[in-house]
């Protein structure tokens, strides 16, 4: 097949972007580096560095397009409350964007990268797709509208697109750099340059992390199946959440305990059934694995 992958320079993207090659597939890579790396591109891709808020650039690069997976976007949640004017650009318009392109050249399916940020704070947990969304910053706005998106070019176009709501990812290749890094990553770093582990509040928030390649089985087994392709979101995350306070005892090194952020909610866990149900996922590791695999990766950097 032929494939575009928005956002293929990125953490996810590019492990995306190299399993898809690995299969067989010829793979376009869209990306403006703007967070995504030029290094991480698997060297056997077509990469285009554009930006996907400039329509007429990228509509031409759908053309005999199979299957996009649009991954690209400024994934944070405090930047999206300091910046909600640029971040709504890029992950509202840009998303409407590869959408258009999608169904001007004809493309079979979008499979679109959204957030359990979308959830926001809930009552009950474990989070279900088919829960109030109750999003408390700009950014999980921002996903929740690219889905409905998704959902209203099907209904409107006959575009078959399919919203994966992943949860906190994790694995070689994560942001480390950033001040908006996920706590993995920034963990890592704090310890490796001798600082402490800087916790918002308590430290007893949880997360139902995942790691990296479990997402990317998750997006291979969404990109055909027959009973997905309407719009349908589905839950990408772990049923078992991990706490920040837990993570820093994994990673070791003093810890620094800063005032808690506002847009962040308390707790996440996933409920899976749907994913096992429509295709036939969920993940297989676990996430003291997963940890050790991207300690591995960053320290032989």
């Given at each position: 097949m032929k494939i575009l992958v928005t956002g293929g320079a990125g953490f996810i993207g590019s492990h995306l972007v190299d399993r898809l090659i690995e299969q067989g597939h010829k793979v376009l890579v869209v990306d403006n580096l703007s967070t995504g790396n030029r290094e991480n591109v698997n060297k056997k891709a077509e990469f285009h560095g554009v930006d996907i808020c400039d329509l007429e650039k990228i509509k031409p690069l759908f053309k005999g397009v199979d299957c996009v997976f649009h991954l690209a976007a400024i994934p944070r949640m405090p930047l999206s409350i300091e910046d909600p004017s640029g971040t709504t650009k890029a992950n509202i318009q840009g998303t409407v964007n590869v959408l258009y392109g999608a169904k001007e050249a004809k493309v079979k399916r979008v499979v679109y990268a959204s957030s359990s940020s979308v959830y926001g704070d809930q009552e009950k947990l474990p989070l279900k797709e088919d829960m109030v969304p109750n999003p408390v910053s700009p950014y999980g706005l921002q996903k929740l509208s690219g889905e409905q998106f998704c959902g209203l070019f099907f209904k409107l176009y006959g575009l078959e697109t399919v919203c994966l709501r992943y949860f906190n990812v994790f694995g070689p290749r994560v942001d480390f750099d950033s001040d908006y890094s996920l706590v993995v990553g920034k963990f890592l770093r704090l310890r490796s340059e001798g600082k402490p582990l800087t916790i918002y509040g308590d430290g007893r928030q949880s997360r139902a992390f995942c790691y990296v390649d479990d997402v990317v089985e998750a997006n291979i087994k969404a990109m055909e199946p027959k009973k997905v392709g309407k719009g349908e979101v589905i839950n990408i995350g772990a049923e078992k959440p991990v706490s920040v306070?837990?993570?820093?005892?994994?990673?070791?090194?003093?810890?620094?305990?800063?005032?808690?952020?506002?847009?962040?909610?308390?707790?996440?866990?996933?409920d899976l059934s749907l994913g096992k149900e429509l295709l036939s996922w969920s993940p297989e590791t676990s996430f003291e694995e997963g940890v050790k695999r991207t300690r591995e990766w960053f320290e032989g950097r």
């Open positions: 306070e837990k993570i820093a005892q994994i990673i070791g090194g003093k810890v620094q305990h800063l005032p808690e952020r506002s847009g962040d909610p308390k707790h996440t866990s996933a």
